[in-house]
């Protein structure tokens, strides 16, 4: 598997000085034009090399004839050529002293043809040799800190965080950046590693598990390559920072031929399932759910949540959010009558109730009740975590009726500042549910608004969730990754 | 433990060409595992039959057992609750009749568990992650509800006592209706025990002990399959 772990320098891979990129066409967007671009774009400040065995220049710079004609040092390739002259380019990237390579060029083992498995097995070797492969058939790295990005983000953040990613697909990776960038996320290093001829999931794992700039983990897989080396790297990241795996293909395709019940009843989906459980990583379904654990994962603190309040208004609230707690570990305990008391005297009436879920019923409430309100119930010493169920779309309403913009009327800004004094006056964090029943093309301002209104929230440092049940899903991750920590 | 005792056991199966332990090889297997089994005797003429029930105790369950019989109970091959010597006499000739043509023919005679609580305890071997052990709801609930969870070896003790506490039919192992808590630490060894035959002895491919009643708090694997390779 390539070079020892302990003798590769990850750090002139996630942060290369210079970049060199092998294969740049004159003609037409090839992925080595289209990643330069890429990381022209989103600001990449060291030099890049461009080399095409043509020479000549492309867009103003210089293309050089072979990599030996570059004239500087690099510290990461990326390489775009046909498959079949790969090797001789990654090979000539190792001996001009390059710590690592990307190589997006498709071809090798995927195809399932013995030219494809023998060109992937000459670039193993020469990995071998001292030059860490990422990839082929890859999309490459994101480094938000370093302006690396992948083939197809040029858009992507430069608000480097605490989220690391990796993935076999390239797909899932971009969209997994793109879907972190709208929801406020923040990443310290995304890998695609495609076919993951060299460096994989579980070196990728046991380097982001020292990886100070990382606080938590996120994996999508399809395969491993060795399941005994990825439960243990698995189980010792676990131990010091959340790993969240999605693990694609759990159906248990192709019976074996077995004569114990416990044999046919062990198909890969349960035993994937025990062996997530075994080492304490988080077993998420859908990237969706994986966006939603890894904000509760670096925006909450590291904690078990018990005793929550639930604060905002809509239809069956109460029911609905008590029901669903339960499955998580959560409770909603009901207020004693002197707090209710407290409480009821702030809520409008009638249709409003002080228990614990607080219905408010109004959706116009202004900020500064549910702020009091909010103060009120973090003083029950059974709280641990507050939800405020929001209801801004009701503000599209009031801009009808005032004739005045949506966002203009819609007081998120003066809601996300209250939140945030709340939580640094009581200690208990708040998470906010931004539902937006109101998403069709007759309501883009309300769609816009909600976007503005959940980046000032989570640049406040707190999470948003789209609907309760995602809310109390990723809480509920929370609180079963932490149990299991501390015991 | 004797990892010896066990691979000669696997060894003589091979030989004959098997692909699976009688239940009483395996149970002597298991018992090599310190993995507590039912008393138990194989009889194959009669005329050692009365004796053998005296010595393991009225009453007793009789078993007819032979090498290509996997599942003796869909094959009514099993008599619990045998309470007098001349009532085994008459179920062993049964029995054997039953199994006229298979040259090992014998009956196992085995003391009796009582205990209405029946667990699984299995072993897989995933082509990914290696030996892995089973727990769960035993008896005819296993295929019926599998509920049951999974724990790759080696397992530690906290391993084994989590996997317990992850199927839904959990409070099975409490006090209830008048029956102790079940002794979880002594079923914990059980679960350790198997991932570790699982580690030692690359030729068992797969492992059923189901049912493991719990007599009183205490649980004892009652029947057994071993799967060599």
Redesign the interface.
Known sequence: MGAAAGSTDFERIFHPRNLAIIGVSKEGIGFGAGICNSLRAIGYSGEIYLVNPKGGTWNGQTLYPSVEDIPGPFDLAIIAVAAPAVPAALEACRLKGAAGASIVSSGFKELGTAEGLALEQEIVAIAKKGIRVIGPNCFGIYCPRSGLTMLPGPDLSRQSGPIAFSSQSGGMAVDFANLGKSLGLKFSKMVSFGNGADLRETELLRYFRQDPETGAVGMYIEGVQDGDAFFHALKTTAAVKPVIVNKGGLSDAGARAVQSHTASMGGSGRIWSSILRQANAVQVQSMTEMADACQAFTLLPGRVYRGISVLGGGGALGVAAADAAETYGLHIPAFHDDLAGRIDALLPKPGSSPGNPVDVANPFVPPKTIKEIMRLSASDPRIDLQIFNSLIHHYKNMARITGRPLKEVTPYLELADDIQAVVAETGKPIVVILFNPKSGMDHLDVVEMFADARRAFVQRGIPVFNTLSDGLRALGHLNAYYERKRS | MSTATAQQLIDTARREGR??LSEYEAKQLLAAYDIPVTRETLVRQRGELADAVRRIGCPVVLKGCAAHI?HKTEKNLVRVDVRTEDEALKIFDELMAAMAGEADAAVLVQEMISGRREL?V?????????A?V?FGLGGIF??IL?D?????APLEMR?AL??MQ?IRGRKILKAVRGMPAADTEALARILMQVGAIGLELPSV????L?PVILSGARPVAVDA?V?IK
């Open positions: 692909t699976t996997a699984v299995g072993l897989t071997r995933d082509p990914q992650f290696g892995c089973m296993t295929e599998k049951i969870s999974f724990r790759k391993d989590e996997m992850e491919a797969e492992i059923d189901n399959l799967v």
